[in-house]
């Protein structure tokens, strides 16, 4: 029922923005759209706040919600089944993008019961011979354009592109789904852990920029970097390592630092972030320890 009213609600923003099957009448630019639903009068005041949201999550890119390339598992188009079996059943994903030589030569998709559950299972099969089409999209591609794209064509993933032509990451229907109406957990996944809001606070590296302010209250200046990670390693000049910390000014909270927790790789996996008060950055600057008690002078 959720799925079907959320199909849709999105369905009929899509037409209006001129992005759906009503596409060949007049568009209408998301703005002009938003100012139609802000004077509304016969949708109420929930109606007109979700449809908003969608709006605006629907403008992001897509380069802004997929997994990155390092952190996607590809096949080798020259792999045998029996070579390709253990590296799937290590995953939790059901799609892998398929290689023929570098990551930047994706040749197609194998789905996990191409792998497992062929009838004909041949274990010297190679995975080449088994490549479904591979959706791709480029990463200035919006979040709303690129899923009403997907469902039109019947694409579950999509290989994101980048300005050069070379791989950048992976995209799922899923994925720009839960950028418009929320994250969606597998009800048979462990449950989720309990959003965090404010200071202190444990987040993810990959959390963009927009996502990290809303959750702590922290804004992060912009630069050549999407998430709070890229901002720190950006903000180090070199790559990170657990225990890295770095400081940032914070509205009502003085002063946040950023510390490292864990990588993945080369990436920073978890940031701790707590805040500092002006009070604590100065007597940090000058020395002074507040827990210890002043000598006779």
């Known amino acids: 029922m959720v799925v079907r009213a959320a199909d849709g609600a999105l369905r009929l923003v899509t037409d209006l923005l001129g992005a759906g099957t009503a596409a060949g009448r007049e568009r209408i630019s998301a703005a002009e759209l938003r100012d139609l639903v802000a004077a509304n009068t016969v949708l109420d005041p929930v109606g007109r706040r979700i449809i908003d949201e969608v709006l605006v999550a629907g403008a992001s890119l897509v ?52 792998v497992l559950l062929r009838p004909d299972r041949d274990p010297d099969l190679r995975v080449g011979q088994l490549i479904r089409d591979v959706k791709r999209l480029p990463a200035s591609k919006r979040v709303l354009a690129a899923l009403t794209e997907m469902r039109r064509e019947g694409h579950h993933l999509a290989v994101v592109v980048d300005e050069y032509g070379g791989t950048a990451g992976i995209v799922t229907c899923e994925d720009l789904i839960e950028e418009l109406v929320g994250e969606i957990h597998d009800e048979y996944a462990d449950p989720p852990e309990p959003a965090l809001s404010g200071l202190p606070a444990v987040v993810d590296g990959r959390l963009n920029l927009a996502d990290f302010a809303e959750r702590t209250g922290v804004p992060l200046p912009s630069g050549p970097y999407e998430t709070v990670g890229g901002f720190v390693m950006a903000r180090l000049g070199r790559l990170p390592a657990p225990g890295d910390e770095v400081a940032v000014p914070a509205e009502r909270s003085g002063e946040a630092l950023l510390r490292v927790l864990t990588l993945e790789g080369r990436r920073v996996a978890r940031l701790a972030v707590t805040a500092r008060l002006p009070e604590q950055r100065r007597e ?10 002043a000598g006779p002078s």
């Open 284 to 293: 940090s600057a000058g020395g002074v320890d507040r827990a210890r008690p």
């Open 63 to 114: 380069r802004e919600v997929m997994m990155p390339r390092t952190e996607v598992v590809f096949l080798s188009a020259t792999l045998t089944l029996a070579e390709a079996e253990p590296l799937v059943r290590a995953d939790t994903h059901s799609r892998y993008p398929v290689i023929d030589g570098t990551h930047d030569d994706v040749v197609g998709l194998v789905h996990l019961r191409d």
